[in-house]
Nanobody, 112 residues
Framework: QVQLVESGGGLVQPGGSLRLSCAAS????????MGWYRQAPGKQRELVAT???????NYADSVKGRFTISRDNAKNMVYLQMNSLKPEDTALYYC??????WGQGTQVTVSS
């Protein structure tokens, strides 16, 4: 199993930016797809973005044009650059790797 540790969350004003990082304890090269999910209070966990080993990306409609996912297989890292943040982006953000246990997540709060 690979342990996933998310970081980079925090409190930011609407319109601000954050960069989330996901550090994996082992190689992510074998995970063709990796991604980010989020869960807001009282809501189900939802897909935010995914990225494949060949660089193909997919985004939830709600974050298209504002978020960018990237990965660095050499460093076993996955990133989520979040720009133009909105209050509705407030959630606990989780890194995803197929069949691997979820990490603790990193809290993102967008508020003035």
């Amino acid at each position: 199993q690979v342990q996933l540790v998310e970081s980079g969350g925090g409190l930011v004003q609407p319109g601000g930016s954050l960069r989330l990082s996901c550090a994996a304890s082992g190689s992510i090269f074998n995970f063709y797809t990796m991604g980010w999910y989020r869960q807001a209070p009282g809501k189900q966990r939802e897909l935010v973005a995914t990225i494949t080993n060949d660089g193909s990306t997919n985004y939830a409609d709600s974050v298209k044009g504002r978020f960018t996912i990237s990965r660095d297989n050499a460093k076993n890292m996955v990133y989520l650059q979040m720009n133009s943040l909105k209050p509705e982006d407030t959630a606990l953000y989780y890194c995803y790797a197929p069949a691997q246990p979820w990490g603790q997540g990193t809290q993102v709060t967008v508020s003035s």
